[in-house]
Nanobody, 122 residues
């Protein structure tokens, strides 16, 4: 099992930046792939970004490519999502996720965090 705890959400003006953090504990020795999803009000949860266990590969949804950057620090068992040029449509609950297989994580993570709210004001 992997436990995930997100932090860093909040309110920001359009065009601003936020950095989300996801601290992992438990089965972290397996270096799971980690990622972020988001769920806007009244919409389904969708994939945002993922990073391989060794940090060597990343994957982004088209809606955030070029604005968001996912990274990880394996010494701290923490993944990050740097969000720049934020838009009101980025408003959502952001969920950290982890999975044993990088290519599968965007479709079906193995573990989820509780989520953190990001609100972008226009």
């Amino acid at each position: 099992q992997v436990q995930l705890v997100e932090s860093g959400g909040g309110l920001v003006q359009a065009g601003g930046s936020l950095r989300l953090s996801c601290a992992a504990s438990g089965r972290t020795f397996s270096r799971p792939a980690m990622g972020w999803f988001r769920q806007a009000p009244g919409k389904e949860r969708v994939f945002v970004a993922a990073i391989r266990g060794n940090g060597g590969s990343t994957n982004y949804s088209d809606s955030v490519k070029g604005r968001f950057t996912i990274s990880r620090d394996n010494a701290k068992n923490t993944a990050y999502l740097q969000m720049n040029s934020l838009k009101p449509e980025d408003t959502a609950i952001y969920y950290c996720a982890a999975g044993l297989v990088f290519s599968i994580l965007p479709r079906s993570p193995d573990w989820w965090g509780q989520g953190t709210q990001v609100t972008v004001l226009s």
